[in-house]
């Protein structure tokens, strides 16, 4: 590690790094904006957080880059009994806010293990992956060990309980699983499956999650309980138009007419203020690094870099998908944040990381 | 499963290019419908979910406009309006809001706090929104929570500003009064909304306009809990205009305290100009009982009290003008050359028409009498003569000419037209010709006559002016907040009859005497140093057999005849005309004399009769085309 490879420099993904620095930039202008006018005059103590995190978190980047993304096969299943362990201890000695046990107070940053998990989740199948699947693709019985390694970190982020982030982490095993070759008529039979199940799995959601769903289905059934969220994001982004009301004029958001603002629907104080320009260049933004990501999984020199890189963006993806569909009133109310735009240090840190990783993948095609 | 696997054997390994390809183009498709969603929303339902996003935020509060004044000729006020204090409560506001509520009932003495802020919070009212528990707060309980404000967070007075009338139920009738605008007046009055105080009577309803003035509005921005944070617009009110009236304070409290407790009504007029001197009526109300709502009991009272305390008498009572008809009869029969002022008659106490007697009220009789005693001593039989040389149809061509039995146009709801009749009236009326007999009682003004007592105070006038025929005005002049003048009001003639002078001066000279002579019916009007000219009148309340008249003292209140009387004075340049009549008092000479006295001497006390130019007008005078009464 001491003697830097010039190569790294020379062929360093600085396209990828800039949109991910972009997207930080939106994130933090945001973050302004949904705490403008609040207690705190001027800026917000969560804004100088959050920059403090892009800060960390672009050290963290730049230092992902640099490390031989090989090496995270190695260390895979350790890690994924790291992060495991962190979800138990979250149940055990966990801080809870707002009805449900996310986050372990370290003193200066509450960690969220669940966001450390989705790291855990990619890493761990893209090593189970990596070997090339049979003629005709894995099979049921090849499905076994992903499942089980997908079910004990679910289970204990559901626990907490939280939809959204164990939502991501099916979606992104079936991603992984799917491009890392299953079986077409397996594929169908899972879908089959989990259309099957959807019934069984509505009996286990607790009352306010059907609530999300019953509202989202019919907002008005009970506009000022679980459709209020979704009304008033649907109004505060509508309520923008073609251009927005500009930088810190949102009255949505400023007024707290928002829910979770600053997290799950900071997408509606940045579409308030920017209006259909501003959401779809951010939209863009997305599809770039989506693109870009996907590029880097095409060109990878290793099957094991391209699944990882499918795994990462497969994260943004999934995310960006459901936050903005909850948002618009497309999907129903679940807590997911908008990847390297909400604020939040363990999201922030662990989204960058992972496209430190994306880099160091893009870097070392030409270094082996 | 072997087969499965054999056969599966044969496929190739999936490659992760085409993959990577299929989740791309799923990408694509899910950004893609982001995108439509969003602009869907944000180009396609702009509008309706922008509006929704200020619905959010903006409360918009009116600021009522402050009413106008109301004051008498010489700008002493009359009607103003007061803050009145209420107790509101923001229940929000209150950390521990049973105590407050036990503490706040303990100092109003009411226990109905709490229920009032249940009732609100059923009603659906928003965070932070006050509530009313207590109106029109008296001092000591406005000082009472004064002092203790400290124990009651989120308690607050609330300043309301309420109409007051100055003089209680003075002129009460012509001034009228507000109250809360009705669900049916919203529907045709769009700037007004619920709990706005409207005029419901007299000059507050007919000049609502006027006094009531643009309110404001502040919008006003606030959060998702309902704090108020900014105000982001202001239109700011505009305080009504003030009304000053033609009447005279003194004058009106004169009227009103001759009057006293019986039942009655009196009009006094500038003959020269119609503007209205004094107007009342009694039984009378407080307006202020309906300020800020009356209960409904108090309403019921009001609407039940046989006195009928609401109607304007003024306007409003319809009455036989008994022997003060004559005055028209004069003129007719003068201007008609059916009569000339040596034109005699034997009066016997009695005239046989028909088959039956019509008594004069003198059952002695009066012997031989002409015209100018006959309007003196108010000779019946003189007058039975006259009818008779008239016809109904003449007395009732001049009746409609001096404008009796026709609306005077004054600015006040429901003014009673009465009744002239003539033969074509009473065709269509009930079907039937008219027999010359009644004739007989429409020229002493029984029968089917009535009149209200502001069209004999117009007759009154008339015969003072000369003629002609003012809409009565009881407003002469808008001012502004600051005092400039907004618009005057000049005299209105809206019909001119023609009187030659000499038939004016007959007349006159002999209503001077019913007054002035020691024999006339009006001795109980008459004034040291200044000649008043009147007639008396009584008008029948029950339809007795003329022959039969029994002692008016002895008759039951409720059966007793109306008192009449009609005046102006001075004689040779009047200033003032009055129209008085005292329900149930027997003879007009005696009980409306001396309250149109009482009138007149406060009159003269305040405006001393002057000399010189202002001779009565005659005939010609005024703008209005001059209308031969007979044309039709």
């Known amino acids: 590690m001491a003697a830097i490879d010039r190569r790294i420099i020379y062929h360093f993904d600085w396209t990828l790094f800039s949109l991910a620095l972009a997207l930080c930039g939106v994130g933090i202008l945001s973050v302004v904006s949904a705490t403008w006018g609040g207690r705190h005059h001027g800026l917000d103590p969560l804004v100088v957080r959050q920059l403090v995190w892009v800060g960390v978190g672009t050290v963290l980047m730049t230092a992902a880059a640099l490390i031989d993304y090989r090496a995270l096969g190695t260390y895979a299943y350790a890690f994924y009994v790291l992060a495991v362990g962190m979800l138990i201890a979250v149940a055990v ?106 019934p069984v799995g509505w009996h286990y ?23 209020y969220h979704i009304i008033q994001s649907e109004i505060a982004i509508g309520s923008g138009g073609g251009w927005g009301k500009g930088f ?46 996907a590029w880097i999984a095409r060109h990878a020199r290793d099957r094991f870099g391209s699944l990882l890189a499918i795994g990462f963006t497969g994260i943004v993806f999934w995310q960006v998908a459901i936050n903005i569909g909850m948002a618009t009133g497309m999907l129903p109310v679940v807590g997911i944040t908008l990847p390297l735009v909400s604020y939040g240090g363990s999201s922030l840190i662990a989204m960058m990381t992972a496209m430190g990783v994306l880099i160091s993948i893009n870097t070392r095609r030409y270094l082996f | 499963m072997a087969r499965f696997t054999r056969r599966e054997k044969n496929r190739p390994v999936p490659r992760l290019a085409p993959r990577i390809a299929v989740l791309m183009a799923m990408i694509v498709a899910v950004l893609v419908t982001a995108a439509l969603r969003l602009y869907y929303l944000q180009v396609i339902k702009h509008h309706e979910l922008a509006e929704l996003a200020d619905r959010n935020r903006i409360r918009i509060q009116r600021l009522p406009a402050l009413r106008g004044l109301v004051f008498d000729r010489h700008l002493r006020p009359l009607v103003d309006t007061r803050p009145s204090f209420d107790a509101v409560i923001v229940p929000e506001d209150s950390p521990n809001l049973s105590a407050t509520i036990e503490r706040l009932e303990k100092l109003l003495g009411q226990n109905n706090v709490a229920k009032k802020i249940e009732d609100a919070d059923d009603e659906g009212r928003p965070d932070f929104e006050p509530v009313m528990v207590a109106e029109r707060l008296d001092w000591s309980q406005v000082v009472a929570l004064e002092t203790h404000q400290l124990e009651l967070p989120g308690v607050s007075l609330q300043v309301t500003p309420r109409r007051h009338y100055l003089y209680d139920s003075l002129a009460a009738h012509l001034l009228g009064y507000v109250g809360e605008v009705t669900v049916k007046d919203l529907n045709r009055l769009p700037d007004y909304r619920m709990g706005d105080d409207i005029g419901k009577f007299g000059l507050e309803r007919s000049w609502e306009s006027t006094l009531r003035g643009d309110s404001g509005g502040q919008e006003i921005e606030v959060d998702a809990i309902g704090r108020r944070l900014r105000l982001l617009r202001e239109i700011p009110e505009r305080p009504g205009n003030s009304v ?60 039940t009290d046989p006195g009928h305390p609401l109607e304007n008498r003024s306007i409003q009572g319809i009455y036989p003008p008994g022997s003060t008809f004559k005055v028209v ?111 007989l009682s429409v020229a002493i003004g029984q029968g089917y006559v009535a009149v209200t007592p502001i069209q004999l105070a117009e007759l009154a006038a008339e015969v003072a002016n000369g003629g002609t025929l003012y809409k009565p005005q009881f407003v002469r002049q808008i001012d502004a907040l600051d005092g ?31 007054v002035n002579a020691s024999d006339g019916t009006g001795h109980a009007a008459k004034i040291d140093g200044i000649i008043v000219a009147g007639k008396t009148g009584t008008a ?22 109306h008192g009449w009387f009609i005046a102006f004075a001075p004689v040779d340049h009047p200033q003032i005309a009055i129209a008085c009549i005292i329900e149930h008092s027997g003879h007009g000479g005696s009980s409306a004399g001396p309250v149109v006295k009482a009138v007149m001497q406060k009159y003269f006390e305040l405006n001393p009769p002057q000399r010189g130019p202002q001779a009565p007008a005659t005939g010609q005078a005024g703008e209005a085309q001059p209308v031969d009464p007979l044309a039709d």
């Open chain 1, 93 to 198: 000695i966990g801080h809870s806010t707002g009805g449900s046990r996310r986050w372990i107070n370290l003193g200066i940053l509450n960690l969220e293990p669940s966001e450390v998990a989705k790291i855990a989740v990619v890493l761990v199948m893209v090593r189970y992956l990596r070997e090339e699947p049979p003629k005709g693709g894995w099979s049921l019985l090849h499905m076994i060990i992903p499942a089980m390694l997908l079910a004990v970190p679910a289970a204990l982020v559901l626990k907490q309980p939280d939809l959204g982030t164990a939502l991501i982490l099916m979606l992104i095993t079936g991603t992984l699983v799917f491009v890392g070759g299953l079986n077409w008529r397996m594929l169908m039979v899972l879908m089959l499956g989990a259309v099957l199940v959807a």
């Open chain 1, 205 to 227: 959601l607790k009352p306010y999650q059907r609530e999300r769903l019953v509202s989202f289905l019919n907002p008005q059934s009970d506009p000022l309980g679980s459709g």
């Open chain 1, 248 to 293: 810190l004029k949102g009255t949505q958001a400023r007024l707290n007419f928002l829910p979770e603002q600053t997290t799950d629907f900071i997408f509606a104080v940045f579409a308030e203020e920017f209006g259909f320009f501003g959401s779809v260049m951010l939209l863009g933004l997305y599809a770039a690094l989506i693109a870009r990501g």
């Open chain 2, 244 to 303: 000053v009236m033609t009447i005279d304070l003194d004058l009106q409290r004169v009227a009103e305290e001759a009057i006293g407790a019986r039942a009655g009504a009196l009009v006094a007029i500038d003959p020269n100009t119609g503007y209205i001197l004094a107007m009342a009526s009694h039984p009378a109300f407080d307006p202020n009982i309906f300020a800020g709502g009356i209960s409904s009991s108090a309403w019921r009272e009001l609407i």
């Open chain 2, 329 to 439: 009869d004069t003129i007719a029969g003068l201007m008609d050359r059916t009569l000339t002022p040596a034109t005699s008659y034997y009066c016997p106490g009695g005239l046989w028409f028909g088959n039956r007697e019509y008594r004069c009220w003198r059952k002695q009789g009066h012997g031989d009498v002409a015209l100018h005693r006959a309007i003196v001593e108010s000779c019946d039989v003189y007058f039975y003569d006259v009818g008779q040389r008239l016809g109904v149809d003449r007395i009732a061509a001049w009746s409609h000419a001096l404008g009796l039995g026709k609306k005077t146009g004054i600015d006040l709801d429901n003014e009673k037209t009465g009744t002239i009749p003539s033969s074509a009236w009473k065709e269509h009326r009930f079907h039937e010709r008219w027999y010359p007999a009644e004739t």
């Open chain 2, 484 to 514: 400039s003048v907004v618009k005057t009001f000049p005299p209105i003639a809206e019909n001119q009859t023609r009187i030659d002078p000499q038939v004016l001066d007959d007349v006159r000279s002999a209503m001077a005497d019913v």
């Open chain 2, 540 to 561: 029948q309340v029950v339809k007795e057999a003329q022959g039969a008249r029994t002692k008016e003292t002895a008759l039951p209140d409720k059966y007793r005849d």
